[in-house]
Every structure is written in structure tokens, then in C-alpha cells.
């Protein structure tokens, strides 16, 4: 008998990753370090070509919207905000249950953030809420993309023209799922509001080696309206026409997102096949509800999701540590609740399925190199789970 099979079957799983960027890297290192490599030996390191070129074709994966990249997801949010003068006082609607970038980009400009709660299901905001926080000040909605699969956008645009409000699309989970209407005609995220941000923060489904960002429109002097701001304010250099900031896309990580984007569809396809697995194998157990899948968007499955029920997620979380497998809550503190986003009147009970979700939600590895193996060993251990 070979010496490798004398471990059990647990300990030579101890390798299972929430994500991992090192075997996804080592597939593609020949093409990524000859990437890296001429950007090393030109010293571009500062819009370089790659970042033109990267660019396009970006903004050929998005259906052709003018693309502006940036330094990181949160730049791409900023830059976009200042570009459409929303000015000091100016309410901004926003899910609740979402990462804090997209709260803390409104209130880092003066803008009000205006939570509203999720839908228990698909965990993206609720459209039936919307209207009811609406008040004169209102200028913008920023729907998220959560865990991979839009928003539901065509209420969300119906309302917003409504009343004159500017939809911007929070992507930097959903790179490349697709929104279809009830005519049948279908959208990529990024590309249904008026702006669209994403991140390529290293985990995200596109990722670079760093932080990189940037932003979808198509509307062609809001895209160059946007590229000044990121570069300080200029259009010509030394030149300042108006206040901007320093939010350049690294040509190193534009030469790494330029091999990388030729496997994002490949790799989405991964992330649904892991996604399927676990549909299937953990069905029918009694504490787990499984992520579901929206009836009008593709899932690009950044994350999947399921809801322990029964107050048992801490505990089921702290066991699977045990057996060697990972998992990640998102999000545990709503952002109603934390320190810097506290507002008056708003408290527990305010957003009740953001607050039940924040007690039931877990995130399990999912990611482009899993194997079945490890896929029936977590499976396998959530069955077993009897705590
Ligand atoms: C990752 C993320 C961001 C911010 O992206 P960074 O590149 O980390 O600044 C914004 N919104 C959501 C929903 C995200 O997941």
C-alpha cells in the first residue's frame, strides 16, 4: 500500500481555500510572468499601453461601454459621484447588506447614505422599499450586485426615471452576469444604469495581483469626464480643469488583467459548476437553505451562500474550521450597526431580514481550481454536522 493513502481522508484535505490565487496563477504562469516581464523591462509603469489596451477589451467583454479603470472598486464608486455633482446633502439609496465601500464612498462626499433592506431570497436590495425612502432630496440609487447576480434592474430603472434619480451599479461581485428584461432584451451588469463600478480586487472574479478598478458608462462625456478626475482633474497633463484625484489603474495589473480576462468566462463557468455540486449535494438537509438563483440574471457565483438555520452558523462554522474546511460571513456587523454608519432612529428592527441574514448567512469555498474531491469532502462534513 502506498504510503500516501495511510492519511485519512480529512487530513489530506487540509488544503481546501476559500480561494486560491496561487493554483489559478500557476496554470496561466508562463503567459502572466511574460506579461509581467515586459512591463518590468519597458518601466511604463504608469499608463502604460497595457492599461489602454487592457481597456478595451474590457469594454469589449461589456457589450462596448466606455470603460475608465482606476485604481481600486471603491476609486471607481468616488469617481463616479463626483462625475454626476452630487452635491453635499444629496440622499443616496443603497441595500443595507453590502460591503461598506458603497456606504462609505457617499459619506466620505457629504452625501447621505439611505439604507433599505434586501430581499430574503435573493439577498439584493429590495425594490418594494425603494419608493418609500424617496424624498426630494433623493439623487441616486446604488443597487449591488450581490455574490454574483444583479439586482433586480428593471424596477429599479422604472422607479429611478420615475423621479429623475441616476442608477450606479455596485458590480465588483458580478463581472459579467447577465439581467434580462420582461421584453427579453438582456443586459450585462455594469451596463443598465448610467454608471457601473467594478473592482479587481486579487479575490473578485477577475482579480489582479493588487488593488485595481474600474468603471462601465455609456454615455461618452461621462466616461471622459471620469477619466479626468482620476487623473487629477486633467485631460491635457498639467492642466487642471476640475478637482479630481490620483486613482490610476497599475500597468502591472492592467498586464495581468489582460492575459486573465481571456479565462473570465471559462472561470465563471467553473464557479457555476462548483455551485452546482453543491446544489445538489446539499439539498435536503435540514438546516441548510440553499442560495437561490434569480429568474431574470445569471449567478457568476462569486460567492455561494447558504443560510444555516436554526441559530446553528456560528457553530457549523467553528466545525468545519475543525475539519480543515473554510468559510466566510458576509456580512457579519450590518451597516446599520456599525460605529461609523450609525443613524438616529435607525436601530435593531430597522432592516429585520439584513439582521436575520447577518445571523444565518455563510459563505462557502467556492473557486476556479476546487476539485470533486474536496467539493464531496465539505458536503460530505456539512451532512454530517449534527450540533
Ligand atoms: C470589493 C467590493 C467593493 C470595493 O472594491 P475595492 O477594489 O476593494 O475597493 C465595492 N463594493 C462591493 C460590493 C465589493 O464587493
Known amino acids: 500500500m502506498a504510503v500516501g ?3 485519512s481522508r480529512e487530513q489530506k484535505m487540509k488544503d481546501i481555500k476559500m480561494v486560491d490565487l496561487q ?22 509603469f504608469i499608463q502604460g499601453p497595457q492599461v489602454k489596451s487592457f481597456a478595451e477589451a474590457l469594454s469589449k467583454y461589456n ?37 461598506v465601500a458603497t456606504a462609505e464612498v457617499i459619506a466620505l462626499l457629504g452625501l447621505t447614505p439611505v439604507f433599505i433592506d434586501v430581499d430574503e431570497t435573493t439577498f439584493n436590495i429590495d425594490v418594494d422599499q425603494i419608493e418609500s425612502k424617496i424624498t426630494s432630496k433623493t439623487k441616486a440609487i446604488v443597487p449591488v450586485h450581490l455574490y454574483g447576480q444583479c439586482a433586480d434592474m428593471e424596477p429599479i430603472l422604472k422607479i429611478a426615471k420615475e423621479h429623475n434619480l441616476f442608477v ?9 452576469a447577465d439581467y434580462t428584461f420582461s421584453n427579453g432584451m438582456v443586459k450585462r451588469a455594469g451596463n443598465m444604469g448610467i454608471i457601473g463600478c467594478t473592482s479587481f480586487f486579487p479575490s473578485k472574479n477577475l482579480g489582479c495581483y493588487g488593488d485595481g478598478g474600474a468603471i462601465f458608462t455609456s454615455n461618452q462625456s461621462l466616461a471622459e469626464k ?84 436554526n441559530g446553528k452558523r456560528d457553530s457549523l462554522k467553528d466545525y468545519l474550521q475543525e475539519k480543515g ?11 446599520h450597526f456599525q460605529k461609523a454608519y450609525q443613524q438616529p432612529g435607525v436601530g435593531e428592527g430597522s432592516f429585520p431580514v439584513t439582521e436575520r441574514l447577518s445571523k444565518s448567512v455563510l459563505s462557502l469555498p467556492i473557486h476556479t481550481e476546487m476539485t470533486e474531491d474536496e467539493l464531496s469532502y465539505i458536503c460530505q462534513t456539512i451532512k454530517d454536522f449534527n450540533g
Request: some cysteine.
Open 168 to 176: 450606479i451599479e455596485d458590480l465588483a461581485q458580478a463581472l459579467g
Open 5 to 7: 493513502t495511510a492519511f
Open 226 to 309: 471620469m477619466k479626468m478626475i482620476s487623473t487629477h482633474g486633467q485631460k491635457v497633463k498639467y492642466q487642471h480643469d476640475i478637482v479630481g484625484i490620483n486613482s490610476r489603474l497599475d500597468t502591472l495589473q492592467a498586464a495581468i488583467l489582460k492575459v486573465k480576462i481571456k479565462y473570465v468566462d471559462e472561470y465563471t463557468r467553473k464557479r457555476n459548476e462548483v455551485a452546482d455540486f453543491y446544489d445538489k449535494h446539499l439539498a435536503n438537509i435540514s438546516f441548510v437553505e440553499l442560495p437561490v438563483r434569480a429568474k431574470n440574471s445569471t449567478h457568476v457565483f462569486h460567492q455561494y451562500t447558504i443560510k444555516v438555520k
Open 63 to 99: 457589450h462596448g461601454a466606455h470603460v475608465v479603470t482606476c485604481a481600486n472598486g471603491t476609486d471607481a464608486l468616488q469617481i463616479a459621484m463626483m462625475a454626476l455633482d452630487l452635491k453635499k446633502g444629496d440622499e443616496v439609496i443603497l441595500p443595507v447588506h453590502t460591503y
Open 23 to 44: 493554483g489559478q496563477y500557476l496554470r496561466i504562469k508562463n503567459e502572466i510572468d511574460a506579461a509581467i516581464q515586459e512591463v518590468l523591462m519597458s518601466t511604463a
Open 325 to 335: 474546511i473554510p468559510s466566510m460571513i458576509y456580512y457579519h456587523i450590518p451597516l
